[in-house]
């Protein structure tokens, strides 16, 4: 089973920094941490017009609730977190759940 994190971002003061430093800087921190399987992002856009979407979502997979800890922990893990307050000037939160795929069999 793939436990998966996901950030979302809100809209920073300066978007082109925040890609420019999520780019060139955050993405590398992110991938040295230890036990990560996939690391995706996107800028989504909102479905409900009433509702502003988050400006960036990141999805982190990991093996397993522990290896996610166990990598989040590490020296690269906390590296990658503090990187968040430099540059996540909208906000940030997380969130970890134990993917279930419910994709239909075919």
């Known amino acids: 089973m793939v436990h998966r994190l996901v950030v979302q971002y809100g809209q920073p003061t300066d978007p ?18 230890p036990g990560l399987l996939r690391f995706t992002i996107g800028h989504p856009a909102s479905m409900d017009p009433t509702t502003p979407a988050p400006y ?12 996610m800890a166990a990598g989040m922990g590490s020296e ?5 977190g503090v990187d968040v307050s430099t540059f996540a000037t909208g906000g940030a939160s997380m969130a970890a759940f134990d993917v279930d795929d419910v994709s239909p069999a075919g």
């Open 16 to 33: 082109a920094e925040f890609d420019r430093h999520y780019r060139e800087v955050h993405v590398g921190l992110a991938q040295a941490i």
């Open 56 to 67: 960036l979502i990141a999805e982190l997979d990991f093996e397993s609730a522990e290896a």
């Open 76 to 80: 690269a893990g906390r590296a990658a």
